[in-house]
């Protein structure tokens, strides 16, 4: 029972994270239309994680969310997959789900991004975000999976 | 998570050192955060070799969120001499957008001058807390999705918790 709470926290705590990081994803470009100061620091906050340009970004209040659509949709795949997660897994599973799995669904993202390096095709803003929206939603179940697992570790010890 | 567990320093160095290698080159870092992932990934991997044991997601959390940390360090080093190159490319991105735009805020122009400017100890020290902070949460990511690729298969018990280790370690010698 003790463990299910503390796992229970984790998951919330985990919850809240995806939900304020979302959040000054879309803060940053609020903040500079408004000419608030803070905006450069959240854009540097986010800018080792992503490369930022400004044309394959999403815009709000005219100007490119903090990090770029690819990005976003791993995000927000993110949020949704842990939306989901206790209703397919429940708290106290550590079994990670199946590999094939994941590479199924990091083959597009594989396929898209290697292409727009290598500049073979070049696809739309919308087109970024629904890939790493597919990649992002398998995340969590890999991710909350590895996390519970180390909780319940360190609590046996 | 098994008593003959193997150190996670060197699998996390190595794999640290590649991700924020790979993630702090200009150009590279076009990937965004995959390179991390794929470093934790790496030191997984690199754990999952030396052990004599089967290891759990959890050791990949650990390792993972370890070489996430490493590529924070690495990342922000290496961010020092690039610092300018970068600071011209997005000086350029700029100048582009601005022959789309009527008026360029003069909000970017300071940002683009603040960057280029010498930096400072402290905003040295609090981007790397903040970027090993990021990169230790991708780090973990990676480094459980290296232990789902790599990882030795133990059978889960019945309530949930992982099974015994499936290799045991040789006694040790008595003296």
Redesign the interface.
């Known amino acids: 029972m003790r463990n299910e709470r503390k796992i229970i926290l984790i998951y919330v705590l985990t919850f809240l994270?995806i939900l304020i990081w979302l959040g000054a994803i879309g803060l940053a470009p609020y903040l500079?239309s408004r000419?608030i100061g803070l905006?450069?620091f959240i854009?540097?906050?986010f800018s080792?994680?992503?490369?930022q340009?400004?044309?394959r970004s999403f815009h709000l209040f005219g100007f490119p969310l903090a990090?770029?659509a690819?990005?976003l949709g791993?995000y927000a795949g993110i949020l949704v997959g842990m939306v989901l997660y206790p209703f397919k897994r429940g708290f106290?599973?550590?079994?990670?789900?199946k590999?094939t799995l994941?590479l199924a669904v990091s083959t597009p993202i594989g396929i898209d991004?290697a292409a727009n390096?290598f500049a073979l095709w070049s696809t739309s803003n919308p087109i970024r975000f629904v890939i790493g929206f597919l990649w992002g939603f398998i995340?969590p179940f890999?991710?909350l999976?590895?996390?519970v697992?180390?909780?319940?570790?360190f609590h046996k010890n | 998570?098994n008593g003959q567990r193997p150190r996670l320093f060197m699998p996390a160095l190595v794999g640290g050192t590649v991700a924020g290698v790979l993630?702090g080159i200009p150009f590279l870092?076009?990937?965004?955060?995959?390179w991390?992932i794929g470093g934790a990934a790496l030191a997984a991997y690199l754990l999952v070799k030396d052990s004599p044991v089967a290891l759990?997601?959890?050791d990949?959390?650990?390792v993972g969120a370890f070489a996430g940390i490493v590529a924070?360090v690495v990342?922000s080093l290496l961010?020092i001499p690039f610092r300018s190159m970068n600071m011209a490319f997005t000086k350029r991105?700029f100048e582009r957008?601005g022959e789309y735009l009527n008026e360029v805020?003069s909000?970017w122009n300071d940002?683009i001058n603040?960057g280029t400017g010498p930096i400072s100890i402290a905003w040295f020290f609090v981007?790397l807390l903040?970027?090993a902070a990021?990169?230790a949460?991708?780090g973990?990511?990676g480094?459980?999705?290296g232990?789902?690729?790599f990882g030795k298969k133990t059978p889960?018990t019945a309530h949930?918790?992982?099974g015994p280790p499936q290799a045991s370690p040789p006694p040790p010698p008595q003296s």
């Open positions: 994270g500079r000419g905006f450069p854009y540097a906050c080792p994680i992503c490369h340009n400004p044309s990090v770029c690819r990005c791993i106290l599973s550590v079994r990670l789900p590999i994941f991004t390096v995340l890999y991710f999976t590895g996390l697992e180390l909780a319940l570790h | 998570m993630s870092n076009c990937l965004c955060c995959l991390i759990t997601s959890g990949g959390a650990l924070a990342d961010a991105i957008l805020p909000q940002w603040r981007s903040i970027s990021i990169f949460a991708f973990a990511l480094g459980v999705l232990m789902a690729l889960p949930g918790a992982p």
